[in-house]
């Protein structure tokens, strides 16, 4: 992708059109056209302007370079970058981690980054596996002996960028603190592992997770699918205020509870619901929260 194609994409995506770009930066719209048509270029200020409007980076705009969200003040880096010229399902397995966060971007490459203060020698000490076969892509990232699984769980940071053009399915497992999922659209998203915190932001689709311990999931800003499935765990779900719901209960001897702003409240189900909400498995408990995101 030139950088005309990439200024009509992310103009797209901000869901803007070329006469509200141009009254923005003050401009005409023949501007605009000229430049997402390859006719000829923004200067410096404009270029800028356009980058911030849009809120991606100058590097994105121009060279289709992604930066990560997180990378800014570690001390220790390493970074991948993968290929890909069609739809894949994502096996995503990460042995530990502090923080893992996957988004979906715009463009054509798989993204890992791995991030620490307190880890030197990531690219040594931690091993990224890429199986590419057809239709799925395999990502496993493993330990050296030398590090503990409650180091990783300390001290790793990583940062997984998925191009939405060749966006399947997604599958993710791990053992870590917090997991942070955003603007994955239209696709089928399983978790698992050992997980304390899930944030979801900004999805459109499937969402499945399948875990045992106790956990905070924060959703803001998502449609479609939402299954919790777990055996004698008591977790809390917070929802950003906009959202309507629908809460099924399935599974045996499981209960939902429902809250507004932390105190208790009815049953707020919709039936026009932009996500659908089911507690399956055994023995467990969801409070599902509204207005606490």
């Known amino acids: 992708m030139d950088f005309a194609a990439r200024l009509k994409v ?6 803007l059109s070329q006469e509200q770009v141009a009254e923005k930066l003050h401009v005409s719209r023949q501007a605009i056209t000229k430049w997402e048509t390859g006719r000829g270029l923004p200067d410096m200020e404009n270029l800028i302007s356009v980058a911030k409007l849009l809120d991606v980076s100058i590097d994105e705009l121009i060279y289709g370079e992604v930066r990560s969200e997180l990378t800014r003040g570690f001390k220790y880096e390493s970074k991948i970058e993968y290929d890909l010229d069609e739809v ?6 990460v042995e530990a981690a502090k923080n893992i966060k996957l988004r979906g971007y715009d463009g054509e490459k798989l993204h890992v980054s791995l991030m620490s203060d307190e880890i030197a020698n990531l690219a040594r000490l931690l091993k990224i596996k890429l199986d590419d076969q057809k239709k799925i892509l395999d990502l496993t990232l ?9 180091t990783l769980q300390e001290n790793l940071f990583v940062e997984i960028l998925l191009p939405k053009e060749y966006l399947g399915s997604v599958e993710l497992q ?14 089928h998203l399983e978790l698992g592992g050992k997980l304390h915190e899930i944030n979801l932001e900004d999805l459109n689709g499937r ?5 045992n ?4 999931i924060n959703c803001a800003n998502s449609k479609g699918r939402l299954e919790i499935n777990q055996i004698k ?23 939902i509870f429902f809250a507004t702003k932390g105190s208790p ?6 039936e026009s619901p932009d996500l659908t909400i089911e507690l399956n498995g055994l023995k467990s408990e969801l409070i599902i929260d509204l207005g606490s995101v």
């Not at 999922?181 to 239209?186: E, F, G, P, S």
Request: charged letters at 30%.
């Open 213 to 216: 311990t106790d956990l905070k």
């Open 233 to 255: 765990a008591s977790s809390i779900l917070h929802l950003s205020e906009e959202l309507k719901i629908q809460a099924l209960v399935s599974g045996m001897k499981n209960q």
């Open 174 to 187: 791990s053992k870590a603190d917090s997991i942070t999922i955003t603007d994955l659209k239209q696709t």
């Open 265 to 270: 409240s009815d049953d707020f189900s919709s």
């Open 10 to 15: 992310y103009r797209t995506n901000a869901k």
């Open 142 to 150: 493993k330990k050296d002996k030398a590090l503990t699984i409650a």
């Open 207 to 211: 969402v499945e997770i399948d875990c």
């Open 88 to 93: 894949k399902h994502f096996d995503l397995v």
